[in-house]
């Protein structure tokens, strides 16, 4: 895909990977409509769009409400005339063993927010993508491919949506384009501070060790952007994802227990 002109909806575009992704998108000539709930961070990344040169605008959207995710893509086409790309990455995560929760009801949460939010999405922009045969994006997770521990239900939403998009791919017989991003841990976004902790309140400020397997947030935005630039299907966030379906084929054991060591060593 040539990015000049082209019209995206970077759904989580406040924080994160969804931040740094608008900006570099912008960069190369897309205009971008930045979607998420707190209006103050989404505008401040539009002025830095602009600053940069680029164009940008912000609507404010919980994904979790169908409504607003029609308003969403109602505003992107009264605005541009068109939308070319939907980038799903909104996303919510939970750091605590499933056996030591209290109450199991953010459960919901993640799903309302994980899959649920991205389904809105992709309904809302469906007749939208078909008619530019345009693209969406599912910013993934290494977790939505396997087993992983103290992130029960992150996980489970992350493999529900990796299953809507693969069927909806199917459906579509070719009119649209989709790119699915696995991605390991990547350093310096909001998504474990946000995460949901043992009694279901965010996990907030915690020590981490970052170890050698954490990717940095550029590096991590410019595969995905050369992703889309050459009409990639899959991309893995470090390379070495690439082995995990193999893995939790053939060498499931092996597999789970480096999992759950590298859990362990990412702990407080
Ligand atoms: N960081 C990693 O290591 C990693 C690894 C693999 C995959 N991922 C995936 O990458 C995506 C981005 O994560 P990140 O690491 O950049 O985390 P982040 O910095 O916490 O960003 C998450 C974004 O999601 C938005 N969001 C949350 N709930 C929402 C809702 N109901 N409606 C609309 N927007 C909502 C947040 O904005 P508001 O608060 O303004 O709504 C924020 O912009 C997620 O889907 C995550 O699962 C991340």
Redesign the pocket.
Known sequence: MNLSGKTFIV?????????VLSKKLATKGAQIIC????LD??NRVVEEIKIQGGTAISVQ????QMDQCQLLVEKTINHYGKLDALVL?????MWTPFESLKDVSFFRQLME??YM?AVHCCHAALPFLKSSNGLIVN???GQALMGFPNHTGYAAS?HALRGFLASLDIEMKGEIQFLDVI????RG???RE?AFGPNGQKLGETKRNHTSQSVPLIECVQAIVSGIENDKKVIYIPKKLRLVPFFNVFFKGLLNRKVAKAVNDHQD
């Open positions: 759904t989580g575009a406040s924080s994160g990977i969804g931040k979607a998420s709930r707190n961070n989404l959207t919980d994904i979790t990455n909104a996303g919510i995560s927010t994980n939010g910013c993934s997770t992350k991605m390991g841990w990547i976004t909001g998504l946000n």
